[in-house]
């Protein structure tokens, strides 16, 4: 047996001739890229603002677009420290507070308690309970609710799988990151400025904290990159 044989053989073939090619999509002209392809696949009015401050140029604007995407990784990923954060220290004050009402006995109220969602005290009860068409729609339900379909949407898998819906879970409810979530453009927004406010709002809750977010976050490099 020759074990380097097949291999001398395949060095002494020539390549077949092609007998046709395949179609193409593209005119000889017209060099592919990605940003065209970019703006075939995407919504003429979601594209709008990305050609806007590229001046037209759509190369840059697909540059535009995916530096947009980082930024919104980015900005997402520090507004969870941000929102935890935020949401806990708003929740130990209002607890302290609410239980320390007095008792309103002309809404029923004998005592108030540390429950600042379920039975708020005024003024708070103001800004958690509104009333449409003669309802009354309250914060507390709404949260329940979403909290309740967030529990039952959990695979068996999950850790929490079967657990009650607890107080931090309607107060984790209450909040929401909507323009970031949503993959909105942040291309107009000073996200520098916002940024500054989550490192005063941390450093108010506990200075080291505030410092810790401040290093490790990767908002500035990202906005440090932008294209144009």
């Given at each position: 047996m020759d074990p380097g044989g097949w291999l001398n053989r395949l060095r002494g073939l020539k390549p077949a001739p092609l007998q046709r090619r395949l179609p193409v999509?593209?005119?000889?002209?017209?060099?592919?890229?990605p940003a065209h392809a970019f703006e075939v696949h995407i919504s003429a009015a979601r594209f709008a603002p990305y050609l806007d401050q590229a001046d037209g140029d759509p190369?840059?604007?697909?540059?535009l677009y995916q530096w947009n995407g980082r930024l919104t990784g980015a900005v997402h990923e520090v507004l969870g420290f941000v929102e935890v954060a935020l949401r806990n220290a708003l929740?130990?004050?209002?607890?302290?507070?609410?239980?320390?009402?007095?008792?309103?006995?002309k809404h029923g109220v004998r005592e108030y308690t540390h429950d600042w969602l379920e039975v708020p005290a005024a003024p708070l009860y103001g800004l958690l309970t509104t009333v449409r068409h003669g309802r009354r729609h309250s914060t507390h339900s709404r949260a329940t609710k979403r909290a309740a379909e967030s529990r039952d949407a959990r695979e068996p898998?999950?850790?929490?799988?079967?657990?009650?819906?607890?107080?931090?879970?309607l107060v984790a409810n209450l909040m929401f990151r909507n323009r970031v979530a949503h993959h909105e453009p942040l291309i107009d927004l000073d996200v520098q400025a916002y940024h500054r406010t989550m490192v005063r709002l941390l450093r108010a809750i506990d200075p080291v904290l505030g410092d810790w977010f401040s290093g490790a976050s990767p908002v500035p490099g990202v906005l440090r990159s932008r294209p144009v």
């Amino acid at each position: 047996m020759d074990p380097g044989g097949w291999l001398n053989r395949l060095r002494g073939l020539k390549p077949a001739p092609l007998q046709r090619r395949l179609p193409v999509t593209h005119s000889a002209s017209q060099a592919f890229r990605p940003a065209h392809a970019f703006e075939v696949h995407i919504s003429a009015a979601r594209f709008a603002p990305y050609l806007d401050q590229a001046d037209g140029d759509p190369d840059l604007a697909f540059e535009l677009y995916q530096w947009n995407g980082r930024l919104t990784g980015a900005v997402h990923e520090v507004l969870g420290f941000v929102e935890v954060a935020l949401r806990n220290a708003l929740d130990v004050r209002l607890r302290t507070w609410n239980a320390a009402q007095p008792p309103a006995p002309k809404h029923g109220v004998r005592e108030y308690t540390h429950d600042w969602l379920e039975v708020p005290a005024a003024p708070l009860y103001g800004l958690l309970t509104t009333v449409r068409h003669g309802r009354r729609h309250s914060t507390h339900s709404r949260a329940t609710k979403r909290a309740a379909e967030s529990r039952d949407a959990r695979e068996p898998r999950h850790p929490r799988f079967g657990r009650p819906v607890t107080h931090d879970d309607l107060v984790a409810n209450l909040m929401f990151r909507n323009r970031v979530a949503h993959h909105e453009p942040l291309i107009d927004l000073d996200v520098q400025a916002y940024h500054r406010t989550m490192v005063r709002l941390l450093r108010a809750i506990d200075p080291v904290l505030g410092d810790w977010f401040s290093g490790a976050s990767p908002v500035p490099g990202v906005l440090r990159s932008r294209p144009v």
